[in-house]
Nanobody, 131 residues
Framework: QVQLVESGGGSVQAGGSLTLSCKISGDVYGSNVYAWFRQAPGHEREEVAALYVGDGSIYYADSVKGRFTISQDDADSPVLLQMTNLEPEDSAMYYC????????????????????????WGQGTQVTVSA
């Protein structure tokens, strides 16, 4: 059974930091791409960051570049999203995503991943940033 379990969300003031964690188990273990998406009320789910495991290539949305860091120490480790200098606009439910299929590297580096590329999702963790 595939499981993605996020944790680490919470409420912080603007300028604060949080680190989200996505623990992975089941036969999506070894997925070649892991991604974080977020969705705020009334908005579509948007890609925040993605990691291409094969060569460590990373994509960040422009809105989080320089403030967020996606990482995974090794295949047995959770996928982390370190978030610094948080802004009220970062408030959303954050989801990690993975898939059994081989997602091409160009989709990651070009920022062309969509939620439909992923078949497995966590339950989400809420991030709330107050002004």
């Amino acid at each position: 059974q595939v499981q993605l379990v996020e944790s680490g969300g919470g409420s912080v003031q603007a300028g604060g930091s949080l680190t989200l964690s996505c623990k992975i188990s089941g036969d999506v273990y070894g997925s070649n791409v892991y991604a974080w998406f977020r969705q705020a009320p009334g908005h579509e789910r948007e890609e925040v960051a993605a990691l291409y495991v094969g060569d460590g290539s990373i994509y960040y949305a422009d809105s989080v570049k320089g403030r967020f860091t996606i990482s995974q120490d090794d295949a047995d480790s959770p996928v982390l999203l370190q978030m610094t200098n948080l802004e009220p606009e970062d408030s959303a439910m954050y989801y990690c995503a993975a898939d059994r299929s081989t997602i091409p590297r160009w989709k990651v580096v070009e920022g062309l991943l969509r939620s439909t590329d992923f078949g497995f999702w966590g339950q989400g963790t809420q991030v709330t940033v107050s002004a």
